[in-house]
């Protein structure tokens, strides 16, 4: 499959944890990449690779893979994480490249 | 600073073409793969086309293969988006992105421009 499954929408607890999930089964074979995305902005990276984070990403943001999930956890979210988030990876082909639908990021 | 400006996008008609220009700078572009991804109002981020760093590979999500063709000029710093035979359904804010493929499990777009909107209507 060259699909990417995302929940439509999370919400968290000011300073609680979340995770936000990703599913497909070419996450078997490739690590996905994460995205935040707020309103009127274009994306920015969030977390690559196994679990790496660009610079000027907090260390709150941090990834995990198991079997064909994906997960993006925030540990003690922030106002500021209120976003959309979408995940990446490559499909079975390895050269088709497919992203999740989005996830809506509320944070009460 | 890395940086990624498009330009390019209006408003055409359905049938129509337009061209997209992605210029980069902060960075070799020459050795770096580079995508197009484009957002239609509301909706999620779709992939659409990616082009090696020499320009030998390309490939496209099967919505538009056929009618997009993705190109750059590496003399130039510029990457760009030819879209004919253009549909509503085109309309979208179009992104240029830099891609990064370190190892054969690993890929990511990182940075990405600030868009410009496309609007297919009569």
């Known amino acids: 499959s060259s699909e990417l499954t995302q929940d439509p929408a999370v919400s968290v607890a000011l300073g609680q944890t979340v995770r936000i999930t990703c599913q497909g089964d070419s996450l078997r074979t490739y690590y996905a990449s994460w995205y935040q995305q707020k309103p009127g902005q274009a994306p920015i990276l969030v977390i690559y690779g196994r679990n790496s984070r660009p610079s000027g990403i907090p260390d709150r943001f941090s990834g995990s893979s198991s079997g064909n999930t994906a997960s993006l956890t925030i540990t003690g979210a922030q106002a500021e994480d209120e976003a959309d988030y979408y995940c990446?990876?490559?499909?079975?082909?390895?050269?088709?490249?497919?992203f999740g639908g989005g996830t809506k990021l509320t944070v009460l | 600073e890395v940086q990624l400006v498009e330009s390019g996008g209006g408003l055409v008609q359905p049938g129509g073409s337009l061209r997209l220009s992605c210029a980069a700078s902060?960075?070799?572009?020459?050795?770096?793969?580079m995508s197009w991804v484009r957002q239609a109002p509301g909706k999620g981020l779709e992939w659409l086309a990616n082009?090696?760093?020499?320009?030998?590979?390309?490939y496209y999500v099967d919505s538009v293969k056929g009618r997009f063709t993705i190109s750059r000029d590496n003399a130039k710093n510029s990457l760009y988006l030819q879209m004919n035979s253009l549909r509503v359904e085109d309309t979208a804010v179009y992104y240029c992105?830099?891609?990064?493929?370190?190892?054969?499990?690993?890929?990511?777009?990182?940075?990405w421009g600030q868009g410009t909107l496309v609007t297919v209507s009569s």
């Open positions: 990446n990876s490559r499909d079975s082909s390895g050269n088709h490249w497919v």
């Open positions: 902060g960075f070799t572009f020459t050795t770096y793969w």
């Open positions: 082009i090696k760093q020499d320009g030998t590979e390309k």
């Open positions: 992105t830099r891609v990064r493929v370190p190892d054969a499990m690993s890929n990511w777009f990182d940075p």
